[in-house]
């Protein structure tokens, strides 16, 4: 039928062929692999968005729609994890499969939803209910390629301190379907929809943009990026390499200093596992720690491990370190699954020979990582410390500001991924968490990438991957009081979940309801007749 004006032309009735619709669906995977570091094509996350919505709105039937989440998933995730290769083929293939399970569900709500008059809200809804609970479960969650983490460099940056992520992921999400909705029914009215969403998601970011830091004082913050043999499993290279490395390059930070070409630091900041064995035990490293200590005159906050080898346990740690010694100031709490530690592991480790490489099972800290050291100077300031993994789960480091963190580091051991883009997507998830609090991140690392994130998610200075640096940064002693993402970001993905599932239940329900009654009507028919 022709498209005219009393008649729009509407695409959703035409349902397309299942293959047609699978190889679409991964062109939109590819599209949102785009949208996130290195590459950074933001807009890429919205189209994605489109992409998926459109297939799963012309598929036949359920069985098409779910094919076309697993593909967008497969080709998103594929290209996206590619540096779980650097470990394991094996795993990367596990993990592609796993994590492509999220846009199954994705597919599913939009199936059940596509007939409601609200389809475009359910729709966004769905991306957070299955992020929210990709980043809980399994295993304490893996909420690495959130659609939020996409928008920092864009004019919805200023969403960050008002919704977090979650909010952004489904602001991202309402923006693609309110486009589909536009393409499958253009006109005034639909068009003028469009444009208030716009001005409302814009007006809204603008207000975020208001929120500003404040602090009280400054401290000079030294930061050490050893440097690291090489990628894989044994990125760390040698036993003690990293650590020697780490001594030896503040050393020549020190000689920088002496010589004027950059500030006296008050303390000084290490990476995690930075001591790949525990000083306590191995008399090397811990002469190795002490040198430097002596050699800056200043405390080191050193990145290592604690084991407990009649228990063949371990900690990640971080080690407040003066010349009187060490102090366990932080034990890291989110831990990497089948990285540091092995679910099921007397079961599982038999059976997969490869996860020995895992080595001591890690167990959690459960302090929030903040802690009063006493500088140089007789001030004591508040330390916060995220490591690694941890940038992920924002509640960790909100609890560290809440406990009182006036500066904030995030330490990290990237050398098994030299060279890929996990370094990329990670510094941009600690780009997010420094917006969403509006807080200042000091990010040292083995390898690369060290940097240091202003208050709005900016780059102030990154170093380069796989060589040794170091510096100095003067950091302000902030006291920025809770953003209202630090409060309210959990409720808000909580409330987008339950949007998510009530349109799913309502949905499945009419269609419930309507094929009973086209049943009933079936079978009424001939004895009316």
């Known amino acids: 039928m022709a498209r005219t004006a009393t008649q729009p032309w509407r695409l959703a009735s035409t349902r397309w062929p299942a293959v047609t619709l699978v190889v679409l669906a991964a062109v939109g995977g590819l599209l949102a692999s785009l949208a996130f570091a290195p590459i950074g094509w933001a807009p890429c996350a919205v189209l994605a968005v489109v992409v998926l919505g459109w297939c799963v709105r012309r598929a036949r039937g359920l069985g098409a729609a779910l094919a076309s989440g697993w593909a967008f998933g497969v080709a998103f995730m594929g290209t996206s994890l590619i540096w779980q290769t650097e470990i ?61 983490y996409t928008q920092l460099d864009t004019p919805l940056a200023g969403l960050y301190p008002l919704v977090g992520a979650a909010g952004v992921t489904f602001v991202v999400a309402a923006l693609g ?53 090489g990628g894989g499993v044994y990125g760390l290279g040698p036993a003690r390499t ?88 932080y034990a890291k709490r989110n831990l990497v699954p089948f990285g540091e530690w092995i679910p099921g592991r007397d079961l599982l480790l038999p059976l997969i020979p490869e996860l020995r490489y895992v080595g ?21 300031v508040e330390v ?72 709005q998610g900016q780059v102030l200075r990154q170093a380069p991957d796989s060589v040794a640096a170091s510096g100095v940064d003067v950091l302000p002693l902030e006291t920025t009081p809770a953003t209202p993402a630090m409060r309210l970001q959990s409720w808000l993905e909580y409330g987008l979940s339950l949007i998510a599932a009530s349109g799913m239940v309502w949905g499945l329900s009419r269609r419930v309801a309507a094929r009973r009654g086209g049943t009933m009507e079936g079978k009424s028919s001939p004895r009316r007749a």
């Open 88 to 148: 394991l083929i094996l795993s990367y293939a596990g993990m592609t499969l796993a994590t492509s399970l999220v846009y199954v569900g994705v597919a599913l709500a939009g199936f059940l939803t596509r007939d409601l008059r609200a389809w475009p809200i359910f729709g966004a809804a769905a991306w957070s209910l299955c992020e929210f609970v990709i980043s809980v479960w399994p295993f304490d969650g893996f909420g690495w390629m959130r659609l939020g």
């Open 242 to 329: 990293i650590t020697y490395n780490s001594r030896d390059e503040t050393a020549a930070l020190m000689r920088r200093v002496d010589a004027g070409e950059l500030p006296r630091p008050q303390f000084i900041a290490w990476p995690e596992n930075s001591t790949d064995m525990d000083p306590r035990a191995d008399v090397p490293t811990r002469a190795a720690v002490e040198e430097a200590v002596a050699v800056a005159g200043v405390p080191i906050l050193v990145g290592s491990i604690y084991e407990d080898v009649a228990a063949e346990t371990r900690q990640t740690v971080a080690l407040w370190w003066t010349d009187a010694g060490a102090d366990l100031t």
């Open 384 to 455: 916060g410390v995220a490591i690694c993994y941890e940038v992920i789960f924002p509640g960790t480091l909100y609890q560290a500001v809440d406990a009182g963190a006036q500066v904030m580091i995030v330490q990290s051991s990237n050398a098994m991924y030299q060279g890929t883009n996990q370094i990329a997507q990670q510094f941009t998830a600690t780009r997010v968490r420094a917006a969403e609090m509006r807080r200042t991140i000091q990010v040292v690392t083995t390898s690369g990438v060290s940097g240091l994130i202003g208050p």
């Open 360 to 380: 001591a099972q890690s167990v959690p800290g459960t302090e929030p990582g903040s802690f009063p050291a006493r500088l140089p100077d007789g001030r004591t």
């Open 177 to 229: 379907q309110v486009l589909l909705a536009l393409l499958e029914a253009p006109g005034w009215s639909t068009g003028s929809t469009v444009a208030w969403v716009l001005v409302a998601v814009l007006a809204a970011g603008a207000g975020g943009s208001l929120i500003r830091p404040t602090s009280d004082g400054e401290v000079a913050v030294g930061w050490v990026q050893g440097g690291a043999p």
